[in-house]
């Protein structure tokens, strides 16, 4: 389903090998611009290029992806500041949900944000066949979407309790 973001048209890239509607829907990562998008791309000057695929600073996003999560009713938001103890990545975004649908839906709108709205370019989606937590990795930040029980089992936050929590 195609959308547009400040006059850019995006579509979604629904060739996945997974089933589901929701694994879909999740897979919002892969969007792709229509190329009558791209045509105009190719007659703009150079530096318009350059200003139109600038991503915002990593703290901009992880922070615009914690106020989407709130606004879906997203619970316990936490963020880490991982830079000092891993060079993979710089911040989780850690999120609870009450249910399967509830998870999905905020996963969704951060990709919109985060993919659609900001520039950035999602690297992988997992676990949303199962719901129980669900990973979204955008290179630099990772984001956890977790059912109150499975948070509590694998207590990322303990097991990255030297991390910096950023105040939202």
């Not at 979204?136 to 991390?163: C, M, N, Q, S």
Request: glycine share 8%; net charge negative; proline share 3%.
């Amino acid at each position: 389903m195609p959308f547009s973001v400040d006059g850019v048209t995006f579509r979604y890239d629904r060739r996945s090998s997974e089933k589901g509607r929701s694994a879909q829907r999740l897979q919002g990562c892969n969007i792709q611009r229509r190329p009558d998008v791209e045509d105009r791309e190719s007659n703009m000057a150079k530096s318009d290029k350059t200003n139109l695929h600038q991503v915002p600073p990593v703290l901009d996003r992880v922070l615009a992806a914690a106020k989407v999560a709130e606004e879906n009713r997203g619970s316990d938001i936490v963020v880490l500041d991982v830079r000092e103890l891993t060079k993979a990545f710089d911040y989780f975004l850690i999120v609870s949900g009450s249910s399967r649908r509830q998870l999905y839906a905020i996963g969704d709108e951060i990709q919109k944000k985060l993919a659609g709205e900001m520039g950035d370019e999602c690297l992988s989606v997992s676990g949303h066949t199962e719901g129980r937590w669900i990973v979204i990795d955008y290179g630099d930040i990772i984001v956890h979407l977790f059912e109150p029980e499975t948070r509590k089992y694998y207590a990322l936050e303990e097991l990255w309790g030297k991390g910096v929590k950023v105040a939202l």
